[in-house]
């Protein structure tokens, strides 16, 4: 993905944030002056750098770095095997270790049992730099860090900054994208970078009018960090929460989870199970729709969220760009067409009072035929009066259901 490939590498490409900067530029200078300097909390909204400055932080300074996502929160083995140890040692050739612990409000009292003693041993006890990211600094979960760590906080990046960072990198990928649709991507990011580029990223090479399935980010999650929550964490808590924070449509999420299950799982044992959850969420949505009653869709959630995560066994395809929905693809690449489908049924309403789906689906296949059977035998000019005068349509209705299909 674009996001990862123009990651910031130091931190002078981190964006918007400069007193985060100078407060991580501090970080390092007491670690490299063998000071303990307290742990850090990054915290902010989703795509401002909180991760890709801890990361340049690591990377501009030579440490190792050690990463743990929401997925190795599960329980205090986990890090018992992965932090406890690497806190008290160092690295290969004597190198620092910079643990970073990624989205830590995603704690969750019910699963993540035994994770918040473990942290406090670690704070206490660690001899290598400790940084957390967090969205919220102020969530109950992580209230036991706030004693234990300086914050630091990351804003959202203005739209001007935004749009600048696209079109260099649409120029470095020689992508075809207008200069309207950049500043638009950026309009619409909510300060959010990752997302923006994610944005723009889809939108090369695709129709225009794919333009209004982006929408105004979330400042909490948008799409992309729903599908990394439901595909990536393999649990059911985080990804449910996910997508219960996420204002993304319930269709559109149905539609990217549905497209990228095989593009990301890889066994037969992981698709299969995933489908068999996305399908049942799938029936309680129609459900839903079907029948007004709107509590259905909690178990649409849960199942098309968590039971598609706890069906990642381990062979997960992280790297791997999201395939954007064929369906949603379709509906974009025809609007024009579906539009005037849409016009013609409304005026062919008062002579089949029948519901306009209907009129497109079942009646204007007939009435072509029969069009084009008056055309053959009578001449265009003489079945078009006939036509417009028997229907009310004008001449351009008429080409629209001869050519139509």
Same mark, same amino acid.
């Given at each position: 993905?674009?996001?990862?490939k123009?990651?910031?590498n ?14 991580? /530029?501090?970080?390092? %200078?007491?670690?490299h002056?063998?000071?303990? +300097?307290? +742990?850090l ?25 050690l ?25 290969l050739?004597?190198r ?14 019910k ?9 406090? %041993? ?38 001007? /900054? ?7 990198i649409?120029?470095?990928? *020689? ?25 723009m990223?889809?939108?090369? *090479? ?7 399935n #982006?929408?105004?980010?979330? *400042? ?10 439901i595909?990536?964490? $393999? ?24 497209e ?10 992981e698709?299969q ?15 839903? %729709?079907?029948?007004?009653?709107? $509590?259905?869709?909690r ?25 954007? +929905? ?19 049924? /409304? ?11 209907? #009129? ?11 069009f ?25 209705? #008429?080409?629209? #259901?001869?050519?139509?299909?």
């Amino acid at each position: 993905m674009l996001s990862e490939k123009y990651a910031p590498n130091t931190l002078n490409g981190i964006m918007g944030n400069d007193s985060a900067v100078a407060a991580l /530029e501090g970080f390092a %200078q007491k670690v490299h002056s063998n000071q303990k +300097p307290k +742990p850090l909390i990054l915290f902010g909204p989703p795509g401002t750098g909180k991760t890709a400055a801890a990361r340049a932080l690591a990377y501009g300074n030579s440490f190792e770095l050690l990463e743990l996502t929401a997925s190795d929160y599960r329980d205090a083995d986990s890090l018992n095997r992965t932090v406890i140890p690497a806190s008290r040692s160092k690295g290969l050739f004597g190198r620092t270790i910079l643990i970073l612990l990624d989205e830590i409000d995603e704690l969750s009292k019910k699963y993540d049992t035994g994770v918040e003693r473990v942290l406090g %041993q670690l704070l206490r006890e660690t001899k290598q730099p400790v940084i957390f990211t967090a969205e919220d600094y102020w969530d109950q979960n992580i209230r036991f860090l706030r004693g234990l760590t300086d914050k630091v906080e990351f804003k959202k990046v203005g739209e001007k /900054e935004i749009a600048g960072k696209l079109r260099e990198i649409a120029s470095k990928e *020689n992508a075809a994208i207008e200069k309207d649709i950049i500043e638009s991507i950026a309009k619409r990011s909510n300060g959010d970078v990752r997302g923006a580029i994610n944005d723009m990223e889809v939108m090369v *090479n695709a129709p225009r009018e794919l333009m209004e399935n #982006i929408g105004m980010r979330d *400042n909490k999650v948008e799409i992309f960090g729903v599908l990394d929550k439901i595909f990536l964490s $393999g649990s059911f808590d985080v990804s449910r929460n996910a997508l219960a924070k996420s204002s993304v449509d319930t269709d559109m999420v149905l539609n990217w989870i549905d497209e990228n299950i095989p593009t990301r799982y890889t066994s037969k044992e992981e698709i299969q199970g995933a489908y068999e959850s996305l399908a049942l969420a799938s029936r309680f949505y129609e459900k839903a %729709q079907r029948t007004n009653n709107y $509590g259905y869709l909690r178990y649409a959630s849960v199942l098309m969220s968590a039971g598609v995560a706890v069906h990642n066994y381990g062979y997960v395809r992280r790297l791997r760009q999201y395939s954007f +929905p064929l369906k949603i693809r379709h509906l974009g690449n025809t609007k024009q067409e579906r539009s005037e489908a849409s016009e013609v049924a /409304e005026k062919l309403f008062s002579r089949l009072h029948t519901n306009k789906k209907r #009129i497109i689906r079942e009646y204007m296949p007939l009435l072509k035929v029969m069009f084009r059977k008056s055309v053959n035998e009578m001449g265009r000019e003489k079945a078009f009066s006939e036509i417009s005068s028997a229907t009310g349509l004008e001449e351009s209705d #008429i080409d629209f #259901i001869l050519g139509a299909g």
